[in-house]
């Protein structure tokens, strides 16, 4: 009947309807639990245990790509599982160091400053044997590193506890023959020679600046700059630091300014063939008529690429050309006052 029609109907309609309910309610949970799986897997990636040896190494690589950031993100990744795991370990201030040279790069001063300290801490507790070359040399880096993120007294005292250890090293690579070759001991000794001379022209440019007030400047000073020139560098001479913090010291001096130009013109006597060198690579060199009529002209750029690559950062660059024109207008003045007289 129409009746039974109608209602086998409603019952077919009702019955397709449940099953598209349990088919959508069916879908619904496969796709719930497949995000469920797809969040574990992600989370499962997120936190997943990275060791400290590849974090240290990842960092290393970063740096080695100029990635400053990702460097101190792993660094500090790594200072914090090493916190946990091996909080006075030799691993931890070496990695606060790299970590606090990282800050130091991107303008993080006083983060940096706190991760020296820490690393310094960390050293004097695991260091059994503070008369090893190990202990002084890392001793020496991270004061020297810290002195720079310092002020006045604060930071004189701190670099002088690195010249300290600076100059311990200096008397064990004299004294200890069980270095190897005589080539070998050599070269460590010119490193640390470089870094001494370093230290004692920072002291003295600290006495030449912000501790330019105190009562024995000029003496602390002259002081610091006599122990630079008495280290030698590979020619004999002293090194170029020394002699151009020294022009520095005489140009402040108004008694003593001409014998500035001797010691400027020397600092400039090393870094001559580097600078030419360095002139030639990017176009300014000056051409020479006779060689280039006899073909007998050459890449200096080419020649002399090591001294063109021992070069001086580019500021101490600028500062000698800046102390080179000063003292070529003291001479010219000098010269015209000594002109007039003899007039008279």
Do not use: W
Not at 74 to 100: C, F, I
Not at 302 to 316: G, H, I, S
Not at 324 to 331: H, I, K, Q, T, V
């Amino acid at each position: 009947s129409k009746g039974n029609t109608t209602h086998r109907s409603l019952v077919h309609s009702l019955r397709n309807l449940t099953e598209t309910a349990v088919d959508l309610s069916m879908r619904q949970k496969k796709a719930s639990s497949t995000k469920r799986a797809s969040r574990r897997n992600k989370d499962g990636k997120k936190k997943r245990d990275v060791p400290i040896d590849q974090l240290i190494a990842s960092a290393e690589q970063a740096m080695a790509s100029f990635d400053v950031e990702q460097a101190s993100r792993l660094y500090s990744q790594a200072a914090t599982k090493l916190r946990t795991l091996k909080p006075q370990s030799e691993a931890l201030m070496h990695v606060l160091e790299k970590l606090g040279e990282c800050k130091v790069s991107m303008g993080d001063q006083e983060g940096a400053r706190q991760d020296f300290l820490s690393a310094l801490a960390l050293l004097e507790q695991h260091t059994q044997d503070k008369n090893s070359m190990a202990y002084h040399e890392a001793r020496s880096n991270l004061y020297l590193y810290s002195g720079q993120l310092c002020m006045n007294q604060e930071a004189l005292e701190t670099y002088r506890k690195g010249v300290e250890s600076l100059e311990a090293c200096l008397a064990l690579v004299k004294s200890d023959s069980s270095m190897g070759d005589d080539g070998g001991n050599d070269e460590a000794e010119m490193v640390l020679r470089q870094k001494l001379s370093g230290a004692y022209c920072t002291i003295a440019e600290l006495f030449l600046t912000d501790l330019c007030y105190e009562d024995n400047a000029e003496m602390e000073c002259e002081s610091s700059l006599e122990k630079a020139l008495q280290i030698k560098d590979s020619d004999g001479e002293p090194l170029v630091d020394a002699l151009q913090t020294m022009a520095s010291l005489r140009l402040s001096q108004e008694s003593r300014r001409l014998e500035a130009v001797p010691f400027i013109l020397r600092a400039y006597e090393k870094m001559k063939v580097g600078s030419e060198a360095l002139a030639a690579l990017v176009g300014l060199a000056e051409e020479s008529t006779e060689e280039k009529a006899d073909g007998r002209e050459e890449a200096a750029e080419l020649k002399e690429v090591d001294a063109a690559n021992n070069l001086p950062e580019f500021e101490f660059r600028c500062q000698t050309a800046k102390l080179l024109l000063e003292c070529a207008n003291l001479l010219k003045e000098s010269n015209a006052s000594v002109t007039a007289a003899a007039g008279q």
